[in-house]
């Protein structure tokens, strides 16, 4: 009990002690003095100006010294910004450093730290002020100045530790927008002067939404700051980097590209005696990059995405901002690119990279298609063998010399031959591109001919004619400019048609083109290939053209297709379609009202356009929405948007010339019309037709939205009436010549629709009018029909049209001795109710007979029941 209390009083006093320390401490270090003397020691230890807050210290179980809100200044000569600033940081004591009275640090961590790393114009980083001077170089012949004594160092750190720390980069004042975030690890000393590393961080970029950016892990050994950090060894991994990423990192932007990196580096210097020829100041190091599952961001992934293996080796000469790679490796599943590079890491940056073995197989190239290109058929296959050299220079890269060559291929789908490619050959001198003629030979046939049709084929003499395409490029990297040239000669444009369509690019979109076309194209670029202006021109002949939404092929007999300075224009010598052989041209305009499609002009000529055909070719099964299906064709696109949408982005003009125009009954001949469309706007003006002896004269507007409705101003002169639609029996009982104004309005889609819907009037004046098969005069006269006929000098009147008929009120017919007047209707049916009503001229005070009679027309007016009747006046008298 004795020695209980002895011990028990002796760790009570150890205890009042050590918390008599710490009291006594902590208040120490709050104190002025205390406090200056410590961030002297700091910014001894630092080499820099050094800003804190509130000290603390902790005696047990080891000393350490916190400080919060630590910042580091920076040297003047890179700006006036911090260069390391940390929420709080905790260094440890040596006890053998406090035993001597001394402040040694020998461990320090650093809790969400943010560094500054800073090169200014001369190409030099703030870091190198923290690392003793070089020793100078001197000769043989003279003797090294004397170096001044180093200070002893205040601190023998052991290890610095990071946690949830950030890295910037400034060049000059201009602040990178790449950094380095969630920094973490440790720099250790293992052992006299040698440290070891163990970091990781994640890549970011401002500005840019980054997901998958991996973890960067850096690992390696590294000599202390009196030996300019020599030698050393950097191991750096980094995986599961997201392709996408990687470019917004670089760029800043989004490149369309998905897949997967892993990266794995390995850098030295002055680590041994592998490459003899290296000096120890330059840092040795080899590179691998593994790419995989590359793809388009809208296609989902593959089997067979392409993959990609990147090794480098090489030397960078850190002094001199030079990085030579002593070999460059790219590696697909059977193509390679084996060369060297260097480039210079001072601004402005300079490359030259050089490949002087190349060697592609055609399967990689499908490989890469599939992964950026829609709908390449799987069944598609590639044989044929590229080889050559490449050398490219400068900031971004250009081409400046080397040479591909190839050796005849095949495309094959589905076992079929698609095309056969002949060798070709192409070289590149100061930066200009030109490659020979390469020949793309198509089969004579489609190879989806039927088999019957392809052994009916090959009984025929001559029954595989030239079917082959000739291109030839031409890039000038350093002046940005680009020429294709194809050349086509095509007995049939159908295996050309399946070959597009294998590589997901189908031309004809809507259409199908069987025939003939030969000619010669041409696109020229600048900066943007994608803005490339087409030139040139294609002949068609002997040829159908079937367009979605037409019942019936186009026949073309002969046509040209041509492109100039990016306008596209056709001249059709002989096409038949609706029913009519047309001629005539149309162009594309730039002039005139802006469009999504471009503004067209047109001139065309028909011999006889016919109503009934044109309903045969785009109704009724293409009706309702037979505009839907024929506008995307006609627009060259693949859009699903609706008619009106696609109408809407058609603008169109031009003059119609037709011989005949048969509508109905209505024959016009000589036709001559200017018509418009923009806006789902139609306008048909300057309209003049020859039509029943007479002429017509007016327009037409038309509105396609929402429900397509059209409106119709027509003047007529000197028509004959015994030409006019009537049955063929009842124009027979009519002649004379009318003339006036007609207005007609209806809405819908199909004739039935139109005709339920038509509306309007006129007024019309006649002149030599005449009734054959009953006179008028003579029958109300006598009180029975009387056949004979009537005649009548003059007459005029107006009428309506509504509910399919033509109200006819009150229609006067001048006579030398006597006004009728007619009325009634008659139905589109031709079933009539017409009335005659004749009055006698009676001179002034004259008295006129005592009973008035009416002749009443009815039924159908081929063969129409005729009667007399009094006059609805004459039966109402008592």
Do not use: C
């Amino acid at each position: 009990m004795i020695r209980l209390r002895k011990y028990g009083g002796i760790a009570i006093l150890l205890l009042a002690v050590i918390l008599g320390i710490q009291a006594g401490v902590s208040l120490l270090v709050r104190t002025h003095r205390m406090r200056g003397y410590l961030i002297a020691r700091l910014e001894s230890a630092f080499g820099r100006p050094v800003q804190a807050g509130r000290f603390s210290v902790q005696v047990l179980p080891i000393p350490e010294l916190e400080v919060d809100a630590i910042t580091i200044g920076e040297d003047p000569a890179f700006g006036n910004e911090y260069f390391l600033r940390a929420e709080r940081m905790t260094a440890r004591f040596r006890w053998l450093g406090l035993l001597r009275g001394h402040f040694e640090f020998g461990a320090m961590s650093f809790t969400r730290p943010s560094l500054i790393l800073v090169r200014n114009a001369g190409g030099r980083w703030n870091l190198e002020g923290w690392l003793p001077p070089a020793r100078p170089a001197f000769s043989l012949g003279s003797l090294p100045r004397p170096l001044k004594a180093q200070s002893p160092s205040t601190h023998l750190l052991e290890k610095i530790e990071f946690d949830q720390g950030r890295i910037n980069f400034k060049t000059g004042d201009e602040k990178r927008p790449f950094a380095f975030n969630d920094v973490s690890g440790s720099v250790e000393q293992v052992s006299s002067g040698r440290w070891q590393l163990q970091l990781q961080a994640t890549p970011w970029r401002s500005g840019v939404a980054l997901q998958s950016t991996g973890t960067v892990e850096v690992a390696g050994y590294v000599a202390g700051t009196s030996a300019r950090l020599q030698p050393a060894q950097i191991r750096v991994h980094w995986e599961k980097v997201s392709l996408a990423d990687l470019f917004r990192l670089i760029t800043g932007n989004d490149s369309g590209v998905r897949g997967e990196l892993a990266m794995d580096g390995n850098a030295s210097i002055g680590m041994g005696t592998v490459m003899p020829e290296v000096p120890s100041s330059e840092w040795r190091f080899v590179l691998q990059a593994r790419a995989r599952n590359i793809h388009r961001w809208n296609l989902t992934e593959r089997s067979d995405n392409p993959r990609v293996n990147v090794s480098v080796k090489g030397i960078w000469e850190f002094a001199a901002n030079q990085v030579r790679a002593e070999e460059v490796r790219v590696e697909l599943p059977q193509s390679r690119m084996v060369g060297g590079a260097a480039f210079e890491t001072s601004r402005p940056a300079h490359w030259k990279v050089a490949f002087p073995v190349m060697a592609f197989e055609g399967e990689d190239l499908l490989a890469w298609s599939r992964a950026f290109q829609l709908n390449v058929s799987e069944d598609l296959a590639l044989r044929e063998f590229i080889s050559g050299s490449l050398t490219l220079s400068g900031w971004p890269l250009r081409w400046e010399s080397g040479s591909i060559e190839s050796t005849p291929g095949t495309l094959r789908l589905r076992n079929q031959v698609l095309a056969r490619l002949d060798a070709f050959h192409g070289w590149l001198r100061n930066g200009v591109l030109n490659t020979d003629a390469l020949h793309l030979r198509l089969p004579g046939e489609s190879p989806s001919q039927p088999v019957k049709e392809k052994a009916a084929a090959k009984t025929r003499p001559n029954s595989t004619p030239e079917n082959e395409l000739e291109a030839v490029l031409t890039q000038d990297t350093f002046g940005r400019l680009g020429a294709l040239r194809l050349n086509a000669r095509l007995a049939d444009v159908t295996p050309l048609f399946e070959l597009t369509a294998a590589f997901g690019f189908p031309i004809n979109k809507g259409w199908e083109y069987r025939g003939a076309a030969s000619g010669s194209l041409a696109w020229n670029w600048g900066r943007n290939p994608k803005e490339a202006r087409r030139s040139g021109s294609l002949e068609l002949s002997k040829a159908h053209l079937q367009v979605a939404g037409l019942n019936e092929p186009l026949k073309i007999d002969e046509a040209r297709l041509e492109w100039k300075d990016g306008a596209r224009s056709a001249t059709l010598a002989k096409l038949d379609a609706f029913g009519s052989a047309w001629s005539g041209a149309i162009s594309e305009s730039t002039d005139g009202i802006a469009s999504e499609d471009g503004n067209w002009r047109f001139q065309l000529h028909a011999d006889h356009i016919d109503a009934t055909e044109l309903d045969r070719w785009v109704g009724p099964r293409s009706r309702p929405n037979w505009l839907q299906r024929l506008l995307p064709s006609l627009l060259g696109s693949a859009s699903t948007a609706q008619a009106s949408e696609l109408l809407r982005r058609v603008s169109a003009e031009g003059q119609l010339t037709a011989d005949l125009l048969t509508i109905e009954r209505i024959k016009l001949t000589k036709v001559r019309a200017f018509l418009a469309l923009r806006g789902l706007q139609l306008d048909v003006r300057d309209v003049e037709a020859q039509w029943s002896g007479g002429s017509v004269q007016g327009g037409m507007q038309a509105s396609f939205s929402p429900l397509p409705n059209y409106q119709v101003d027509a003047q007529i002169e000197n028509v004959n009436l015994t030409e006019l639609p009537w049955p063929p029996r009842w124009g027979e009982r009519w002649s004379g010549l009318a003339s006036g104004k007609i207005r007609l309005s209806t809405n819908g889609v199909g004739r039935e629709e139109l005709l339920k819907g038509l509306a309007g009037g006129g007024a019309l004046k006649l002149s030599k009018i005449e009734f054959r098969g009953w006179d008028v005069e003579e029958s109300t006269q006598s009180g029975g029909p009387s056949t004979g006929a009537s005649r009548w000098t003059s007459g005029e009147g107006e009428f309506q049209l509504s509910d399919q008929q033509v109200h006819l009120d009150g229609f006067r017919l001048e006579a030398p001795r006597q006004r009728t007047q007619l009325a009634g209707t008659i139905s589109f049916g031709m079933d009539g109710n017409l009335v005659f009503t004749p009055k006698p001229r009676v001179a002034p005070g004259a008295r006129t007979a005592s009973q008035s009679r009416e002749l009443r027309v009815s039924g159908q007016l081929e063969n129409p029941e005729v009667a007399v009747f009094p006059t609805k006046t004459e039966q109402a008298r008592p």
